[in-house]
């Protein structure tokens, strides 16, 4: 069973091997073709039309599958690998091991914001950025520029307080817990966390950093902790939303699985504490 780990508590082994699969997928070409489905959802969720992957009650089941996809393919080159969750709560700090140069590397240099170390940095050759927004082809990050301070423990507990799952409209507008730790709403938790970051992690095309897939664990169980404090509280809306997906539709792209089949994560992997 795959386990979960904070990234803070990885060895130095598991650190290299989580690389060392990143890598891999994007030497073979899948990582790319997670970018490009990102990025495609990014375009098409809207308020007022269809959404899936944002701004909607399915924010956290779709990334729950999207990291799923992303996880079993890094165990196919790999597996003993399982995806790590950073706690930005806690590791809020551009000095946190993260982004020291044997993981994730550093923020990027002030000229353009160029990552200049680490596996994911441009002069190593290994992580050519092919699905952009823009011309730029290396990886950038700015760390705490656009937007100073990474979420507090007592933001995200304000968020975890909030005992209803989601509410009408189910968009962007919405009061209740996943408008809210999504970020369009109130304190602003995961949409922050994204632009602390800045560079690509701050646009549609944001798993070309490969600490999307960190943070999006964390997300992910936030909602597992969410969850144990409202047992009786559940996923919603439930049936007949025009352009939002109920409990009991399936989801693009995959079209075979539902919110209901994703609201237990245990029958997937469980976390480290
Ligand atoms: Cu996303």
Same mark, same amino acid.
């Given at each position: 069973?795959?386990?979960?780990?904070?990234?803070?508590?990885?060895?130095?082994?598991?650190?290299?091997?989580?690389?060392?699969?990143?890598?891999?997928?994007?030497?073979?070409?899948?990582?790319?073709?997670?970018?490009?489905?990102?990025?495609?959802?990014?375009?098409?969720? #809207? @308020?007022?039309?269809? &959404?899936?992957?944002?701004?909607? =009650?399915? /924010? !956290?089941?779709?990334?729950? $599958?999207?990291?799923?996809?992303?996880?079993?393919?890094?165990?196919?080159?790999?597996?003993?690998?399982?995806?790590?969750?950073?706690?930005?709560? #806690? @590791?809020?700090?551009? &000095?946190?091991?993260?982004?020291? =140069?044997? /993981? !994730?590397?550093?923020?990027? $240099?002030?000229?353009?914001?160029?990552?200049?170390?680490?596996?994911?940095?441009?002069?190593?050759?290994?992580?050519?950025?092919?699905?952009?927004?823009?011309?730029?082809?290396?990886?950038?990050?700015?760390?705490?520029?656009?937007?100073?301070?990474?979420?507090? $423990?007592?933001?995200?507990?304000?968020?975890?307080?909030?005992?209803?799952?989601?509410?009408?409209?189910?968009?962007?507008?919405?009061?209740?817990?996943?408008?809210?730790?999504?970020?369009?709403?109130?304190?602003?938790?995961?949409?922050?966390?994204?632009?602390?970051?800045?560079?690509?992690?701050?646009?549609?095309?944001?798993?070309?950093?490969?600490?999307?897939?960190?943070?999006?664990?964390?997300?992910?169980?936030?909602?597992?902790?969410?969850?144990?404090?409202?047992?009786?509280?559940?996923?919603?809306?439930?049936?007949?939303?025009?352009?939002?997906?109920?409990?009991?539709?399936?989801?693009?792209?995959?079209?075979?699985?539902?919110?209901?089949?994703?609201?237990?994560?245990?029958?997937?992997?469980?976390?480290?504490?």
């Amino acid at each position: 069973m795959t386990v979960r780990k904070n990234q803070a508590a990885l060895t130095a082994d598991e650190k290299r091997r989580f690389v060392n699969a990143v890598l891999e997928l994007k030497r073979n070409g899948r990582y790319d073709e997670f970018v490009r489905t990102h990025n495609g959802f990014i375009m098409s969720d #809207t @308020d007022s039309g269809e &959404r899936t992957g944002h701004r909607s =009650p399915s /924010f !956290l089941p779709w990334h729950r $599958r999207f990291l799923l996809d992303f996880e079993q393919a890094l165990q196919a080159v790999d597996s003993s690998v399982a995806l790590p969750y950073w706690d930005w709560s #806690t @590791d809020r700090t551009v &000095r946190a091991s993260l982004w020291a =140069p044997d /993981f !994730l590397g550093g923020t990027g $240099r002030s000229s353009d914001g160029r990552v200049m170390d680490g596996p994911f940095a441009a002069t190593g050759g290994n992580w050519p950025i092919s699905v952009r927004v823009d011309g730029r082809t290396f990886l950038r990050r700015s760390l705490g520029t656009a937007v100073r301070e990474l979420p507090t $423990r007592a933001e995200v507990d304000s968020v975890l307080a909030l005992s209803t799952y989601d509410m009408a409209p189910y968009n962007s507008s919405s009061d209740g817990f996943r408008n809210n730790l999504e970020g369009w709403r109130g304190v602003n938790l995961h949409n922050r966390v994204h632009v602390w970051v800045g560079g690509q992690m701050a646009t549609g095309v944001s798993p070309n950093d490969p600490v999307f897939w960190l943070h999006h664990a964390y997300v992910d169980k936030l909602w597992a902790e969410w969850q144990r404090r409202h047992p009786d509280a559940g996923y919603v809306p439930t049936g007949g939303t025009p352009d939002v997906i109920d409990l009991d539709d399936t989801m693009k792209p995959w079209n075979d699985v539902r919110p209901s089949d994703l609201l237990d994560h245990t029958k997937f992997y469980t976390f480290d504490s």
